[in-house]
């Protein structure tokens, strides 16, 4: 039986000038990596998966929602049946995304990565699994291997900051093919609403940084100390979600005597845990501007809001999902504050909620300090907002309202080392959408250098820039 081509040289390039900006720009271009998930131990070890089950579905959680919705019962998605059984039930899921980016990314992945151009689907699903279980052993698939088919030139991963870095300081013990760097990530730090629960982390940041954290005055050395030492483990970046911009007025006197009450086991009021978190945010924020490190802020997440679910699966299991809080007002107190303060670092900020796209375009267009081509920028489409309709709709709101051409691109943001194939989607979709305005006469062709240019600036030298880490 004859296999059509799916994944070829043109797909998604529409035209003769899509294809010229991809081929002679776009498709050249190495990754910089800066908002990652990988394993730093898979990457030290040099991790050989054991099947393309392993390598794909754990975790998976974008596939695990698809297959939950294609009523896969949960044994098959999470549960401890067989490599092949678990695959199996994918297959079966994948003719049911259409449209879906997860279809595209499925089969850029087996392209990409094991040469495959069949589709994936219950008739093919054997003989791909074969296939790519028998690669898997070889050991140009190994972790780092992988990695490098991609011509990555460094990973940012998300760290929490009471990590040890143990896998970063061996990595970066010698020369490696492409840089590795932690991300100070303190994101639970703002979880104020279990008492227990955020008393329980207290314990373990004054474990980690050895300081007894009693009152606010302590508990900033204890984040001091740690931030040092994510700084000397090459840590340049900082990133934070939480649902909103925290901007309650607060005094020193009031945070102190609110932190006394939580480590003390007694539960906050919300407008405490508003101060609380204020202070927090802003102290933080003169953290990282001192060592000049890049703030990441990634807006608009509600976590494990299916809480049957929570309590049998665990975090990152597919659950988390958008909510729809109007942040314009306290994103807009948030930056003044920080820019009254003389503490505006290098800042990307991104939005789970398509209805953010443009006020958080125009937003961060009112701070913007002419110190650094693109200091504040819109991050790229993220998550659920990952696809073709969110990447439109984020590439045409900072063309509308910012510099397309100051962009860091597309951010992997992934558990999966095949997920560098997104990058290859976004370019594809980057092109095909410039090459569309050159096309209606929107553009001039007489400018193709230049936009030659753009293209490969957004693919990855503006990161480079941005960043500063290589």
Request: charged fraction near 25%.
């Amino acid at each position: 039986m004859a296999y059509e081509m799916y994944i070829d040289d043109e797909f998604l390039l529409e035209s003769p000038l899509a294809s010229r900006l991809y081929h002679d720009h776009a498709e050249k271009m190495p990754i910089m990596d800066y908002h990652a998930h990988l394993s730093p131990q898979k990457i030290v070890t040099d991790y050989q998966f054991k099947s393309l089950t392993e390598l794909w579905l754990q975790p998976g959680e974008y596939k695990w929602r698809a297959m939950r919705a294609n009523g896969i019962a949960e044994k098959f998605v999470t549960g401890s049946v067989s490599d092949w059984d678990r695959f199996q039930k994918w297959a079966e899921t994948v003719p049911r995304l259409f449209r879906n980016p997860l279809y595209h990314w499925t089969h850029l992945e087996l392209k990409r990565v094991f040469g495959i151009d069949k589709v994936l689907n219950p008739e093919t699903a054997r003989e791909i699994y074969d296939e790519c279980n028998a690669k898997l052993q070889l050991p140009e698939y190994s972790m780092r291997n992988l990695i490098k088919r991609f011509n990555v030139k460094a990973i940012c991963t998300a760290n929490d900051m009471t990590d040890e870095l143990t896998y970063h300081r061996e990595w970066n013990a010698e020369k490696r093919d492409f840089e590795m760097f932690p991300t100070w990530k303190p994101d639970r730090i703002f979880e104020l609403e279990n008492v227990e629960k955020f008393n329980r982390y207290i314990d373990q940041l004054s474990d980690a940084s050895d300081i007894v954290i009693r009152t606010y005055g302590s508990l900033l050395e204890a984040l001091w100390k740690r931030h040092s030492y994510f700084h000397s483990q090459g840590c340049r970046l900082s990133d934070i979600s939480i649902d909103t911009f925290y901007v309650e007025d607060y005094t020193s006197l009031e945070v102190n005597e609110i932190f006394l009450k939580i480590v003390n086991g007694k539960p906050l009021l919300p407008v405490e845990q508003n101060k609380l978190k204020a202070s927090l945010l802003m102290d933080l924020c003169e953290m990282d501007y001192k060592v000049g490190w890049v703030q990441q802020y990634h807006i608009g997440v509600q976590t494990d809001i299916n809480t049957t679910m929570y309590k049998q699966l665990g975090r990152h299991s597919g659950f988390d999902g958008m909510n729809d809080k109007n942040v314009g007002v306290a994103m807009s107190k948030f930056f003044d504050r920080v820019y009254s303060r003389g503490l505006l670092s290098h800042t990307i900020v991104y939005n789970l909620n398509a209805k953010d796209f443009e006020m958080f375009a125009v937003i961060l267009g009112c701070f913007q300090d002419g110190t650094y081509p693109g200091k504040l920028q819109l991050g790229p489409a993220w998550w659920y907002l990952n696809n073709d309709q969110g990447m439109q709709r984020q590439l045409d709101a900072l063309s509308s309202h910012g510099l397309l051409s100051r962009f860091v691109g597309m951010a992997t943001d992934s558990h999966c080392v095949l997920s560098y194939c997104r990058h290859e989607y976004f370019r594809r979709f980057l092109c095909n959408l410039i090459a569309d305005e050159l096309n209606r006469g929107r553009l001039p062709e007489s400018e193709m250098e230049r936009i030659g240019q753009m293209i490969e600036d957004i693919c990855y030298n503006n990161a480079r820039n941005f960043f500063n880490l290589i």
